[in-house]
């Protein structure tokens, strides 16, 4: 029965960002398939966000006009950002649907200037992120968001822009080594023409086009980014491509080529089935291995989503919350560049390490933030961090507590917020000799103190 409940500790919060103290009360008796199909379940009753109409900035605005609009543009990004991330921690919400978009928003690494772009950007990964993998590229491929980031607005008949083509190859589909620089090439005359409007549709200017012949991958014929798309398919490399970056995020870093080679064998098969994908890896038993479990450092988005499931925080400062994303190293629709965030151990240093051990305390009321030892952070980027206004209800996950002793309680407690929890110490019990809101706030923060506290 522990091993079950650690294999669905694991499962939930490598398939979304854990469970709520409600949904862990319901779900600790549930077996492992139970569990991976009320995940898939879950999926089919998400709906898109609303789209957002974004500021115009027409030539004739004047550089104060101009200034504002931005302006708003930005609180628009952001509260699009606070929005996905409250989605992600919502118990109404599909947790491996949210799970996967944040996978493919990194994979697809796109900066989202524009409120409409954001939601664009955001719906498309969202409608396809379990569905056919061709599908996904070409989507992407024909978001506006995507195209204004690598410029293929630009790219055009007689002057063609290699920025999509090479990422395409490079990042999104089959990897270094599996092609040369005239496949880049001639990508990128197929892709000429795939353009966006002013309203953030995706339109193709036809006179913008090559029509011409083009030899791509060993293949000459009068190639269009789809047949591009297509021929990349047809390589087994680029299954084993993206086999292997799902295995890292889900999995382990340490790749085992044995299991990849499983997980790509299947997925070439099935035409590039996400959905069957993504079944057969948390189906799979070397998924649930002890090496497999509690060896991933949170990122930053993971961290934060979790930390509002499991203390039922119901509202957050929105600025505040984008304030610790940029301090933590990871804000939504900001990617670093193109290739993503590197995450692992980069997630963590001097500054970010203080900031999450801090965080759990200030949240729950039982100290301020200390950025004693994080001179990184500058002085208004401080001040502005402290200004937490939080609603949380403790109450879902004081009815954990089923033990009389705070021994028993500590148990109960590392058991829903540790992955691998240790025996409690006199140090983590010293003081805590009653079982009020206040005790428990205080044996809750020497728990998410701890350093695994930091792993999933």
């Known amino acids: 029965m522990a091993d079950t409940i650690s294999s669905l500790h694991h499962l939930y919060w490598r398939a979304g960002f854990g469970l709520s103290p409600q949904e862990w009360t319901k779900r600790q008796n549930w077996s492992i398939d139970q569990a991976i199909d009320d995940l898939f379940t879950q999926v089919q009753r998400s709906k898109p966000l609303a789209k957002v109409d974004s500021p115009s900035l027409g030539s004739m605005m004047s550089a104060e006009s101009r200034a504002e609009a931005r302006k708003k543009e930005r609180k628009l990004v952001g509260s699009i950002n606070y929005a996905w991330l409250m989605r992600m921690a919502s118990r109404e919400e599909s947790p491996l649907l949210e799970r996967m978009t944040l996978f493919w928003h990194g994979h697809f690494a796109c900066e989202s200037k524009t409120g409409a772009l954001a939601v664009g950007q955001l719906n498309t990964l969202r409608k396809h992120a379990l569905g056919n993998f061709r599908d996904l590229i070409l989507a ?30 490079e990042l999104f589909t089959i990897g270094r080594g599996n092609y040369t620089e005239q496949d880049i090439k001639e990508a990128a005359r197929a892709f000429t023409g795939w353009s966006s409007d002013r309203e953030n549709n995706y339109v193709f200017r036809t006179r913008l086009h090559d029509y011409g012949e083009k030899t791509f991958m060993g293949q000459t014929g009068n190639f269009n980014g789809e047949d591009i798309v297509d021929i990349i398919l047809q390589k087994k490399e680029t299954a084993d491509f993206i086999c292997r970056k799902i295995y890292r995020y889900f999995v382990n870093e340490q790749v085992d080529e044995t299991n990849v080679q499983s997980l790509s064998n299947s997925f070439y098969k099935s035409n590039y089935d996400l959905d069957k994908l993504m079944r057969d890896l948390f189906s799979s038993n070397w998924f649930y291995a002890p090496e497999n479990r509690g060896n991933k450092i949170k990122s930053p988005i993971e961290f934060l989503a979790g930390m509002v499931r499991q203390l039922g925080i119901s509202k957050v400062n929105l600025q505040s919350a984008i304030n610790f994303q940029r301090a933590l190293g990871q804000v939504l629709f900001r990617p670093p560049n193109v290739a993503g965030w590197p995450g692992g151990k980069s997630w963590i240093d001097n500054s970010t390490l203080l900031l999450r051990l801090n965080l759990p305390a200030a949240i729950l009321k039982a100290a301020e933030l200390d950025f004693q030892l994080s001179p990184e952070l500058e002085q208004e980027q401080k001040r502005q961090l402290k200004r937490l206004d939080v609603s949380l209800s403790l109450a879902p996950l004081a009815e954990l507590l089923a033990g009389d002793k705070p021994t028993g309680h500590y148990q109960q407690l590392a058991q829903y917020l540790l992955q691998a929890p240790a025996p409690p110490t006199p140090a983590l019990l010293k003081g805590i000799r009653k079982t009020d809101q206040a005790m428990m706030s205080r044996m809750m923060v020497r728990i998410m103190t701890l350093p695994e506290y930091q792993l999933c």
């Open 140 to 169: 992407v491929a024909q978001d506006p968001a995507m195209i204004r980031y690598l410029n293929n607005q630009q790219n055009r008949k007689f002057k063609p822009n290699e920025n999509f083509a090479r990422e395409l190859m």
